[in-house]
């Protein structure tokens, strides 16, 4: 839109244009809101580790971002498992204990005894099934099984979580391998809150019911003003505004994408049109090809079952038994001949004189070239103009007699119309009775069935090898065109 256009707006449509574009962000804003709750569960594991968690310093103040989980969870009934909570905070303090006692001391060693007891209840009641997590703990005992060499999940851990081992190994060595790749599968297990429904809990109406309020405020105040305005009925005002009823239902959440992109569109934000044709193209491409190779086929079908059932001798017949219907006293044909032959004379043979003259004047050179007598009389000297004066000459009575006969010819008459009719009958005659040879009927019936079909079958391959979006481009773009031009 140009800029001049905007000046030009009147005040209240760049009002409205406003609110549109206000309520049109706000639509955007709960569809993504939407989208997040939707992925939420799915995406959890990376909105855990990538969103929030940040301490940063401004002005000299020092903030803590929470994480994005920390604020969510609780909107989807999700809490920390206190099984897997309680086994990560037993490392911690194994953690803290051989940094002050030593790996060989007595509480290290009680910690280590509680580790392996906890790790054969995380194999065994798997706390990851709740949260349908139970691909999560199968890799964290490959893991293990991996680091330590051995085909038994428990086994693993009582071998990792032993004296021995951590000493041979290097206590810090193998707690790094326990961060990086058992600790943070850990953390991504949670324990889900389950209703009275036997569903699990979600809290997500709660914050949507404010927007589905607002929405339906604004959309029965729209369907009010379309009621009044355009004096339709509450049904029919309605209809206007089919799309926003996705903006108001509690469920199928993602279907407010459709009133989104009506929205935006209407503000303006964004241009439908481009996806509209595509779309428009791509329905008439996928139909256009099939409808249009039934109806061949099937008026190709029609004619062949026409000839097959038509009767020659009988129609022939009919013709002239049938008494011709005169609703004006007056002969057609003879009337129209009249007129095309006065108008051929007086006005298209005179513009293309010119032109006959030309061609008679080369026809007759070629032929006079064929004659000896003329090539032995242009060779004789003083004779050789001879061929030029002939030709003009020749040329100039055939034309001048041409158009003397054409110019005074006298108008059809009845004497003419008669003979015409005469000729007319004579020919239905022998029509007639050529037709009662029914070798030559059936041949010519059996010759058009034929080609008729060939027809089909050529036509079909042909239309089923057209690009028939290349076409309806070609289409659209000649639309464009008239449009421009009216």
Do not use: C
């Not at 905007?6 to 809101?33: D, W």
């Not at 707690?175 to 943070?184: A, L, Y």
């Not at 791509?282 to 000839?307: D, G």
């Not at 020919?427 to 080609?451: F, G, H, P, T, Y």
């Amino acid at each position: 839109m140009t800029v001049l256009a905007k000046k030009r707006r009147p005040k209240s449509k760049r009002r409205n244009l406003l609110f549109e574009k206000v309520m049109a962000i706000i639509t955007v804003a709960n569809l993504g809101l939407v989208l997040f709750d939707l992925s939420y569960i799915p995406w959890r594991n990376f909105y855990l580790f990538n969103i929030g968690g940040l301490r940063i310093e401004l002005f000299g103040f020092q903030a803590q971002i929470p994480r994005i989980t920390d604020i969510y969870d609780p909107i989807k009934g999700i809490e920390p498992y206190r099984d897997t909570v309680a086994y990560l905070e037993k490392v911690e303090q194994l953690k803290a204990e051989v940094a002050d006692q030593g790996l060989r001391s007595t509480q290290v060693t009680s910690t280590l005894a509680e580790l392996r007891e906890l790790s054969n209840q995380m194999v065994d009641t798997n706390p990851f099934a709740l949260a349908d997590k139970t691909g999560t703990l199968e890799r964290i005992k490959n893991r293990m099984r991996s680091r330590i060499g051995t085909d038994s999940s428990k086994g693993a851990f009582d071998e990792f979580w032993s004296q021995p081992y951590l000493s041979q190994a290097g206590f810090l060595e193998e707690m790094s391998f326990f961060d990086e790749q058992i600790k943070r599968p850990i953390q991504t297990n949670y324990f889900r809150q389950i209703g009275e429904t036997g569903s699990f809990v979600d809290r997500f109406f709660f914050l949507d019911i404010w927007f589905m309020s607002l929405m339906a405020i604004e959309i029965a105040l729209r369907i009010f003003y379309i009621h009044k305005s355009k004096n339709l009925s509450w049904a029919e005002a309605a209809s206007w505004r089919w799309y926003d009823i996705f903006l108001v239902l509690p469920f199928y959440q993602f279907l407010r994408i459709i009133p989104v992109l009506f929205r935006l569109h209407k503000a303006e934000l964004i241009d439908l049109q481009v996806i509209n044709q595509q779309l428009h193209a791509s329905f008439l491409a996928a139909f256009s090809e099939e409808i249009t190779q039934t109806v061949i086929v099937r008026v190709v079908s029609q004619m062949q079952e026409s000839v097959k059932q038509v009767d020659v001798k009988q129609l022939l017949t009919a013709g002239s038994e049938n008494k011709y219907i005169d609703i004006n006293n007056t002969n057609e044909v003879a009337a129209i001949a009249s007129i095309v032959m006065q108008t051929t004379v007086e006005d298209i043979l005179p513009q293309l004189r010119p032109d006959i003259e030309a061609l008679l004047k080369h026809t007759t050179e070629t032929a006079l070239q064929q004659v000896f007598v003329y090539k032995g009389v242009a060779q004789i000297p003083g004779l050789g103009s001879i061929q030029q004066q002939l030709t003009e000459q020749v040329v100039l009575q055939i034309s001048q007699s041409l158009f003397h006969t054409l110019k005074n010819m006298p108008q059809v008459d009845d004497q003419t119309t008669q003979l015409a009719q005469n000729l007319t009958k004579k020919l239905n005659q022998i029509l007639l009775q050529e037709a009662r040879n029914n070798k030559s009927v059936n041949k010519v019936k059996s010759l058009l069935i034929d080609l008729l079909e060939e027809i089909k079958i050529n036509y079909v391959q042909r239309l089923s090898q057209e690009e028939w979006e290349e076409i309806l481009t070609e289409t659209q773009a000649i639309t464009k065109s008239n449009q421009k031009t009216f």
